[in-house]
């Protein structure tokens, strides 16, 4: 089996070899905003996607598909609440 972690503690980045590291809330919520925006710049409709859970809230689900349509411009969301 492979190396196990506890309970993240602090935010890990991946690095350009793909190993995991230690990085500071800012970089790490950088490193979070540049990947939507990629997206985005791929043209969010063909490129990003959400699946929700049913467990979760009503409120929270609601964000989920709000996000996903108002900040990705994309209606690529969908939940298990329908299996």
Not at 25 to 41: C, N, P, R, Y
């Amino acid at each position: 089996m492979g190396k196990q972690y506890g309970r993240l503690t602090e935010p890990l980045v991946r690095d350009k070899s793909g190993d995991l590291r230690v990085a500071t809330w800012d970089e790490a919520l950088d490193m979070a905003a540049s990947g939507f925006q990629k997206a985005i710049d791929q043209g969010a409709t063909n490129s990003f996607g959400m699946f929700s859970c049913s467990k979760a809230t009503n409120e929270l689900n609601f964000m989920a598909q709000k996000f996903i349509r108002a900040v990705m411009g994309s209606n690529n969301i969908d939940s298990c609440n329908r299996t």
